[in-house]
């Protein structure tokens, strides 16, 4: 299968493997309408509470397989799912508070579909889909949303946290329980009779409107796939991708695959997105839309970890143990031949809400059911993350170290070491063949106390930032973004802009995984993803400079992510220092402020820190940070 953050994101696989910029108006100008928005907000999240989604469990009874695992949610312990959570038989039974979300789901659905048919109506088309996909409305993904539709999106699953969106793909298996039993180890089968749970991320609606509003090419965003006779093909044509020729080859059989919908769909790009802050690493995404009976491509392993969600449609899976496949594959395999094919270990239809995982070098194929079309979406993760790429940055900066360090590894070789070590020289002189041995052996040894361990980090972390899709941000973060923000409505200066960087000031990164401290000779470099393109490497690696004695004030404050920080709390040698510092990395978008507390306080001085004694007698600085007294104010940054 393909690369798909590699054309952007991440998954490198087959059948495994910009954005709407919205706009919302500035905050409230007085406490009273504050303290109002932030009352109606928890009232919201009251509501959405109340809409947890319906799991009904499929009527056929999971088959047992061996050494891949399938999970019913109907099968699963009554203590991991809560009784507000299950469907009971018949509709009298049915709990009146599983009545009225199910109400107020329909009820907020009709208002949200007449908010976006009466904003959205000139960028908005209808087209007739081929091979009995479902006609739907198509909405550029450059139109400007209203603040009703930004409500509605915030009730979409992938707009919460990074560790409550994995929840949520992988329910009811816990991630604890994931990452002990599965994850590396072998792959999970969850069923679902639940069509709603992935619903909205991403339609093959979605597919024909990108196809039709931007510039796509073959090989780099689109990829056209067949699989007949045992013979995969990629028919790509020339140039330009259109709609006609796209649908007439999807009409002949041919799988569409999207290299990148992240770049296109604003809710795949903020899944990938909160998925990278929850593994730290490199996410990609790649999109399946296969025609009835039809099989795309050939059975394969690939080099990622790969979650499928179905979306539409059913897609029959043989997933296989193969003995002969490397296990925690490091690269994709060219495609295998039936006849090499073991036992499948699970042999199973996915249907909309169903999810797959298997780990990096399990072969699969998969190939859509008679009477329906198949869409899915593969999320992958962790290619090429291992120790072995950790130590290819670790060993070459060792010996480097030694080199200059150890005489040791200067000195020259033996005289004449070729006559007695090579492959056909090991029967010429044992004797100085083993000592020749035992000395690298000892150099090996004596490299491992030249490690520069976090160097070698630091260098994944920067290459790991290039491939990354830059941060999806919500609205309330582009508002409290240097970038995006140039007005600002308050109290205190109405309609200016926003204030200058003072000591009270309060700052946060603005996303744990976004922006790395390096150390490169005598200056500190902040490499970040902000300014990443949404193709794959469209950009140069992004860092921003600084001078070396600035590196106090950068590390303390790209690892203060979890909540704000003051500015006169951090280390430097002046105000003026720590405002220049948190200047330059907001103006970058790399951080976001919060200006309720930023008043003038002639009082505040960096004089006022407080200051304890720690018990090896060494000044110890104490970050005394206020307590927010309005809750639900605090919650509201969290999404």
Same mark, same amino acid.
């Given at each position: 299968?393909?690369?798909?953050?590699?054309?952007?994101?991440?998954?490198?696989?087959?059948?495994?493997?910009?954005?709407?910029?919205?706009?919302?108006?500035?905050?409230?100008?007085?406490?009273?309408?504050?303290?109002?928005?932030?009352?109606?907000?928890?009232?919201?999240?009251?509501?959405?509470?109340?809409?947890?989604?319906?799991?009904?469990?499929?009527?056929?009874?999971?088959?047992?397989?061996?050494?891949?695992?399938?999970?019913?949610?109907?099968?699963?312990?009554?203590?991991?799912?809560?009784?507000?959570?299950?469907?009971?038989?018949?509709?009298?039974?049915?709990?009146?508070?599983?009545?009225?979300?199910?109400?107020?789901?329909?009820?907020?659905?009709?208002?949200?579909?007449?908010?976006?048919?009466?904003?959205?109506?000139?960028?908005?088309?209808?087209?007739?889909?081929?091979?009995?996909?479902?006609?739907?409305?198509?909405?550029?993904?450059?139109?400007?949303?209203?603040?009703?539709?930004?409500?509605?999106?915030?009730?979409?699953?992938?707009?919460?946290?990074?560790?409550?969106?994995?929840?949520?793909?992988?329910?009811?298996?816990?991630?604890?329980?994931?990452?002990?039993?599965?994850?590396?180890?072998?792959?999970?089968?969850?069923?679902?009779?639940?069509?709603?749970?992935?619903?909205?991320?991403?339609?093959?609606?979605?597919?024909?409107?990108?196809?039709?509003?931007?510039?796509?090419?073959?090989?780099?965003?689109?990829?056209?796939?067949?699989?007949?006779?045992?013979?995969?093909?990629?028919?790509?044509?020339?140039?330009?991708?259109?709609?006609?020729?796209?649908?007439?080859?999807?009409?002949?059989?041919?799988?569409?695959?999207?290299?990148?919908?992240?770049?296109?769909?604003?809710?795949?790009?903020?899944?990938?997105?909160?998925?990278?802050?929850?593994?730290?690493?490199?996410?990609?995404?790649?999109?399946?839309?296969?025609?009835?009976?039809?099989?795309?491509?050939?059975?394969?392993?690939?080099?990622?970890?790969?979650?499928?969600?179905?979306?539409?449609?059913?897609?029959?899976?043989?997933?296989?143990?193969?003995?002969?496949?490397?296990?925690?594959?490091?690269?994709?395999?060219?495609?295998?031949?039936?006849?090499?094919?073991?036992?499948?270990?699970?042999?199973?239809?996915?249907?909309?809400?169903?999810?797959?995982?298997?780990?990096?070098?399990?072969?699969?194929?998969?190939?859509?059911?008679?009477?329906?079309?198949?869409?899915?979406?593969?999320?992958?993760?962790?290619?090429?993350?291992?120790?072995?790429?950790?130590? /290819? $940055? *670790?060993?070459? &900066?060792?010996?480097?170290? @030694?080199?200059?360090?150890?005489?040791?590894? #200067? =000195?020259?070789? %033996?005289?004449?070491?070729?006559?007695?070590?090579?492959?056909?020289?090991?029967?010429?002189?044992?004797?100085?063949?083993?000592?020749?041995?035992?000395?690298?052996?000892?150099?090996?040894?004596?490299?491992?106390?030249?490690?520069?361990?976090?160097?070698?980090?630091?260098?994944?972390?920067?290459?790991?930032?290039?491939?990354?899709?830059?941060?999806?941000?919500?609205?309330? /973060? $582009? *508002?409290?973004? &240097?970038?995006?923000?140039? @007005?600002?409505?308050?109290?205190?200066?109405? #309609? =200016?802009?926003? %204030?200058?960087?003072?000591?009270?000031?309060?700052?946060?990164?603005?996303?744990?995984?976004?922006?790395?401290?390096?150390?490169?000779?005598?200056?500190?470099?902040?490499?970040?993803?902000?300014?990443?393109?949404?193709?794959?490497?469209?950009?140069?690696?992004?860092?921003?400079?600084?001078?070396?004695?600035?590196?106090?004030?950068?590390?303390?404050?790209?690892?203060?992510? /979890?909540?704000?920080?003051?500015?006169?709390?951090?280390?430097?040698?002046?105000?003026?220092?720590?405002?220049?510092?948190?200047?330059?990395?907001?103006?970058?978008?790399?951080?976001?402020?919060?200006?309720?507390?930023?008043?003038?306080?002639?009082?505040?001085?960096?004089?006022?820190?407080?200051?304890?004694?720690?018990?090896?007698?060494?000044?110890?600085?104490?970050?005394?940070?206020?307590?927010?007294?309005?809750?639900?104010?605090?919650?509201?940054?969290?999404?």
């Amino acid at each position: 299968m393909s690369d798909s953050r590699k054309p952007l994101g991440g998954a490198i696989g087959g059948e495994a493997d910009k954005p709407a910029t919205t706009a919302v108006p500035t905050g409230p100008s007085s406490k009273d309408s504050k303290y109002n928005q932030r009352k109606q907000k928890k009232k919201q999240r009251k509501r959405r509470k109340q809409l947890v989604p319906v799991v009904e469990p499929h009527t056929a009874k999971p088959t047992p397989v061996a050494n891949g695992e399938e999970v019913d949610v109907a099968s699963a312990n009554s203590t991991t799912l809560p009784s507000y959570m299950v469907k009971h038989d018949g509709d009298d039974d049915e709990q009146p508070s599983i009545k009225r979300s199910k109400a107020n789901a329909k009820k907020k659905q009709s208002t949200w579909d007449k908010a976006t048919d009466a904003e959205e109506g000139a960028a908005t088309s209808t087209h007739s889909l081929p091979g009995g996909l479902i006609p739907s409305t198509v909405v550029d993904a450059a139109t400007v949303r209203s603040t009703a539709n930004v409500h509605h999106e915030q009730m979409k699953w992938w707009n919460n946290c990074p560790a409550d969106v994995f929840a949520h793909m992988i329910a009811p298996i816990t991630p604890e329980q994931f990452f002990s039993e599965y994850w590396e180890k072998k792959p999970l089968l969850i069923r679902r009779k639940s069509a709603h749970h992935y619903k909205s991320l991403f339609t093959s609606s979605v597919i024909d409107g990108i196809i039709r509003h931007n510039y796509l090419k073959y090989g780099v965003n689109i990829d056209l796939a067949r699989y007949e006779n045992f013979e995969r093909t990629t028919p790509n044509p020339e140039g330009r991708v259109t709609p006609q020729v796209v649908w007439a080859m999807f009409e002949d059989g041919c799988s569409v695959r999207m290299l990148n919908p992240q770049t296109f769909h604003k809710p795949v790009w903020k899944l990938t997105s909160t998925l990278q802050e929850y593994f730290g690493c490199m996410v990609g995404v790649n999109s399946y839309l296969t025609p009835k009976g039809c099989q795309g491509f050939a059975p394969h392993y690939d080099d990622i970890e790969a979650f499928v969600l179905q979306l539409e449609g059913e897609k029959h899976w043989l997933v296989y143990d193969q003995p002969d496949a490397p296990r925690l594959a490091r690269h994709s395999s060219a495609n295998l031949s039936h006849e090499t094919l073991a036992q499948p270990i699970l042999d199973v239809v996915l249907r909309p809400g169903d999810l797959l995982y298997f780990p990096r070098g399990i072969v699969h194929q998969a190939k859509s059911v008679p009477d329906k079309h198949s869409l899915h979406i593969t999320a992958s993760t962790y290619q090429l993350f291992d120790w072995t790429q950790y130590l /290819e $940055k *670790l060993v070459p &900066g060792a010996l480097a170290i @030694a080199s200059a360090e150890d005489v040791s590894f #200067r =000195q020259g070789l %033996p005289l004449n070491v070729m006559d007695y070590v090579g492959i056909s020289k090991t029967e010429e002189d044992p004797t100085k063949r083993e000592k020749f041995i035992k000395t690298a052996k000892r150099l090996l040894t004596t490299l491992v106390e030249h490690a520069p361990f976090d160097e070698a980090m630091d260098q994944l972390a920067v290459d790991n930032l290039h491939n990354s899709m830059p941060p999806c941000l919500t609205e309330q /973060e $582009k *508002l409290e973004s &240097g970038r995006i923000r140039t @007005a600002r409505d308050s109290k205190h200066n109405p #309609r =200016q802009s926003i %204030p200058p960087v003072s000591v009270a000031t309060l700052v946060k990164p603005i996303r744990k995984y976004c922006a790395r401290l390096v150390i490169e000779g005598d200056v500190a470099l902040v490499y970040h993803s902000y300014d990443n393109g949404m193709y794959w490497h469209a950009e140069e690696p992004q860092s921003i400079q600084f001078s070396l004695e600035h590196a106090p004030i950068l590390d303390a404050l790209l690892n203060a992510h /979890e909540m704000f920080t003051r500015v006169g709390n951090l280390p430097g040698e002046s105000d003026e220092e720590r405002c220049d510092v948190v200047t330059a990395l907001f103006d970058a978008g790399l951080l976001l402020r919060d200006d309720d507390d930023d008043e003038d306080d002639p009082d505040f001085t960096t004089s006022s820190r407080k200051v304890m004694t720690d018990s090896d007698g060494q000044d110890e600085e104490v970050i005394m940070e206020e307590a927010n007294e309005d809750e639900d104010y605090a919650e509201d940054g969290d999404e």
